[in-house]
């Protein structure tokens, strides 16, 4: 069954650092883009991050460039978002998505992709 499982969220001070992981099931990162959206209560879904599948190609977004590294390990099928220096307001639910053979980009609405995972939730209090 094809499906994505998130990991690694949980409760932090400004200023640390958790790193989420996301296992694919079913698929692999062959022609598939990878990226991470949030939802904050009261805001809008927004996509923080992606990875194209050779690796080559990133994205990330004003709010959290240079503070969060997106990455994939091929033999674990797996990708990572490493997020440093938090802040409040990078709390919410993180979600793992992917789409094969089209890009993600920020016209991607957010539970639209081909593949969308469970979420894990991040708290960082300040």
């Known amino acids: 069954v094809v499906h994505l499982a998130e990991s690694g969220g949980g409760s932090v001070e400004a200023g640390g650092s958790l790193t989420l992981s996301c296992i694919a099931f079913?698929?692999?990162?062959?022609?598939?883009?990878m990226g991470w959206f949030r939802q904050a209560p009261g805001n809008e879904c927004e996509l923080v991050s992606v990875?194209?599948?050779?690796?080559?190609?990133?994205y990330y977004s004003d709010s959290v460039k240079g503070r969060f590294t997106i990455s994939q390990e091929y033999a674990k099928n797996t990708v990572y978002l490493q997020m440093n220096s938090l802040k409040a307001e990078d709390s919410g639910v993180y979600y793992c998505?992917?789409?094969?053979?089209?890009?993600?980009?920020?016209?991607?609405?957010?539970?639209?992709?081909?593949?969308w995972g469970q979420g894990t939730h991040v708290n960082v209090s300040s």
């Open positions: 079913g698929f692999t990162f062959d022609e598939t883009d």
């Open positions: 990875i194209g599948s050779d690796g080559s190609r990133t």
């Open positions: 998505a992917a789409n094969f053979g089209a890009e993600i980009s920020t016209r991607t609405r957010c539970n639209l992709t081909d593949v």
